[in-house]
Nanobody, 123 residues
Framework: QVQLVESGGGLVQAGGSLRLSCAASGRTFSNYAMGWFRQAPGKEREFVAAISWSGGNTYYADSVKGRFTISRDNANNTVYLQMNSLNPEDTAVYYC????????????????WGQGTQVTVSS
């Protein structure tokens, strides 16, 4: 069992930055690929970024490539999403998830989800 808790969301002006964290409890965190997803009002949840269990491979949606960076610290059971050059289209609830496998196309159906953290970017 893995519990995921996101933090770091908030209100930021366009062009600004935020760093999201996802703290995991459970001894098997390092067994999973980790992904970040987001859901804007009235839209479906979409893939944002993912990282392999070792951290050696990272994947990004085209919409965030070059602006967002995903990383993980297996010693501290935490995955991060550094978000730079934010724009209003990035406004959404951001979720982290633990999955068996992730690639550039997304992740296998996640086994665990966090509760989400709101990111709002003002113009």
């Amino acid at each position: 069992q893995v519990q995921l808790v996101e933090s770091g969301g908030g209100l930021v002006q366009a062009g600004g930055s935020l760093r999201l964290s996802c703290a995991a409890s459970g001894r098997t965190f390092s067994n999973y690929a980790m992904g970040w997803f987001r859901q804007a009002p009235g839209k479906e949840r979409e893939f944002v970024a993912a990282i392999s269990w070792s951290g050696g491979n990272t994947y990004y949606a085209d919409s965030v490539k070059g602006r967002f960076t995903i990383s993980r610290d297996n010693a501290n059971n935490t995955v991060y999403l550094q978000m730079n050059s934010l724009n209003p289209e990035d406004t959404a609830v951001y979720y982290c998830a633990a999955a068996d496998y992730c690639s550039g196309y997304g992740c296998s159906p996640p086994r665990y989800w966090g509760q989400g953290t709101q990111v709002t970017v003002s113009s």
